[in-house]
């Protein structure tokens, strides 16, 4: 599903964010990337959606290699792939239904296929019943759930989630975690970055470690740093 092959980022003039990156993550898998701050995590997921473009390397999503991906591309593969991030990134002047339903306007959807997946996707992350309210009527972690489903409406067959606890409790962290690991038992792989440790070594899933921009642990079981 996933696979990055000898990836090197430099930024000029010479500072390296990824260094000879091996990962191969397979379809359904959940994995836990982790690392301390500077170790080249948001690097891996940037070049992952295209954001960025890696320096040496190549790089394979669901069978198709975007190592050179032309623009006009990107959205083709930005549907393939949900991005949760730690901020959530709600419109506050919209409610949870279309806060979700933006997603779905934006590429044209019509109403009809807008009213039929955006109460199923709330349905999926537990806010059935709360469509109709505003982020600052969400708690934090109802507001991560908004973000994950806004983050579904296209199917994706990957789902990265880029530190989407770091704003949350440890309570809501968890939820947000059982949640994740919810989506992945429906099919959905997912690349849960954070730097959590606790959290991470509570799942028991394999666990790819980043430390001075290389994979220093990929494996099952607890890791500490």
Not at 200 to 222: A, H, M, P, T
């Amino acid at each position: 599903m996933i696979i990055f092959k000898n990836v090197s980022k430099i930024y000029p003039p010479d500072t390296i964010a990824l260094k000879n990156i091996h990962i191969h993550i397979k379809p359904k898998e959940f994995v836990s990337l982790v690392g301390v701050s500077g170790t080249g995590k948001t690097t891996l997921v940037k070049i992952l959606i295209a954001e960025q473009r890696a320096t040496k390397g190549q790089i394979v999503v669901g069978g198709w290699d975007i190592t050179r991906i032309r623009h006009n591309k990107i959205p083709y593969l930005r549907r393939q792939i949900g991005v949760v991030y730690q901020d959530f990134k709600l419109l506050p002047k919209k409610t949870a239904f279309e806060n979700i339903a933006f997603a779905l306007q934006v590429c044209g959807a019509t109403r009809k296929r807008i009213q039929k997946i955006v109460p199923r996707v709330l349905k999926i992350v537990g806010l059935d019943g709360k469509e109709n309210r505003y982020p600052q009527e969400l708690s934090g972690g109802e507001q991560q759930r908004v973000a994950i489903a806004r983050a579904l409406v296209h199917g994706p067959k990957i789902l990265v989630a880029d530190e989407p606890t770091g704003n949350l409790d440890a309570a809501n962290s968890k939820e947000i975690l059982d949640l994740l690991l919810k989506i992945n038992k429906i099919g959905t792989t997912v690349l849960f970055v954070s730097h959590d440790l606790t959290l991470i070594n509570s799942v028991k899933k394999r666990v790819i470690v980043l430390d001075n921009n290389e994979v220093v642990f990929d494996g099952v079981g607890r890791y500490s740093i």
